[in-house]
């Protein structure tokens, strides 16, 4: 994700319900949103003998879904810590009991669509020039630019097929005398 920006949300009595629901997507310029809750917080004026409940309801890949997420009480747990990801759909936080006040925070994340397709083309360029070397050098037979490769064994030698693949062959330097 590009961006990064705090989310937060009351319920209260007479505002039981808020709604997230991004709407910065421009037609030349698609933009990824996703929603992180990290915490559920009953406000210090909340009554001390009630349950407060707050549920989300939001889409799934089959249908629509409301699940309680905090269950808040003055004197048993007033915050509620949690990493819940909702990515781009609409979000909708009820307090289904209780007055409240539940504060709900977070980080609203927004990511380009546009950079992420324009870095996955580059990179299956990359991918398809590396296979295309790689089927050249299949039919060539090994491939004469190829560099020997060297392994660090404890007789200093050159790896198997050193001097076939273009390695020094009769080099005595590089190797040890017993």
């Known amino acids: 994700m590009t961006d990064e920006y705090f989310y937060g949300a009351t319920l209260k009595e007479g505002s039981k319900t808020v709604t997230w629901d991004p709407d910065n997507k421009p037609e030349g310029y698609p933009r990824t949103n996703k929603l992180v809750i990290k ?4 406000g210090h004026e909340a009554a001390g003998d009630e349950y407060n409940v707050v549920q989300v309801e939001t889409m799934t890949i089959r249908d629509t ?12 747990l007033r915050q509620s810590r949690m990493d819940l990801e909702f990515s781009d759909a609409p979000v909708t936080f009820t307090l289904v009991e209780g007055k409240g006040p539940v504060h709900i925070h977070g980080l609203h ?3 380009s669509l546009v950079e992420e397709f ?3 083309e580059e990179m299956e360029e990359e991918v398809l020039d590396e296979e295309e070397a790689d089927e050249d050098e299949d039919e060539d037979g090994a491939s004469q630019k190829k560099k020997p490769k060297l392994t660090n064994n404890s007789k200093g030698k050159p790896a198997a097929g050193g001097a076939a693949a273009g390695g020094p062959a009769g080099n005595d330097k590089n190797r040890k005398r017993k």
């Open 39 to 42: 915490q559920c917080l009953l």
């Open 65 to 76: 879904l409301r699940i309680p997420i905090a269950v808040l009480k003055v004197g048993e």
């Open 109 to 111: 994340l927004l990511g």
């Open 118 to 120: 324009e870095d996955m």
